[in-house]
């Protein structure tokens, strides 16, 4: 896993969390790379009330469970 900035992942991603978490603070971002080079960018957002939530994104923008 890879810290990196938000402005580094896909655009989907960018904009998946831009409709979905419009009211979160992004707090950080990292991507891993599995060994078929899939990659999943986890970004950690902070909610109005200060819980940190994790979201886990593939490539496309879709939320990973």
Do not use: H, W
């Not at 991603?13 to 078929?36: F, P, R």
């Amino acid at each position: 896993q890879r810290q990196m900035c938000i402005r580094d992942s896909p655009q989907a991603v960018q904009d998946a969390i831009k409709e979905n978490y419009s009211e979160a603070t992004i707090k950080e971002a990292a991507v891993e790379v599995a060994e078929d080079g899939t990659k999943t960018y986890k970004v950690t957002l902070v909610d109005a009330s200060g819980t940190e939530n994790p979201v886990l994104f593939n490539e496309k923008g879709e939320v990973q469970k």
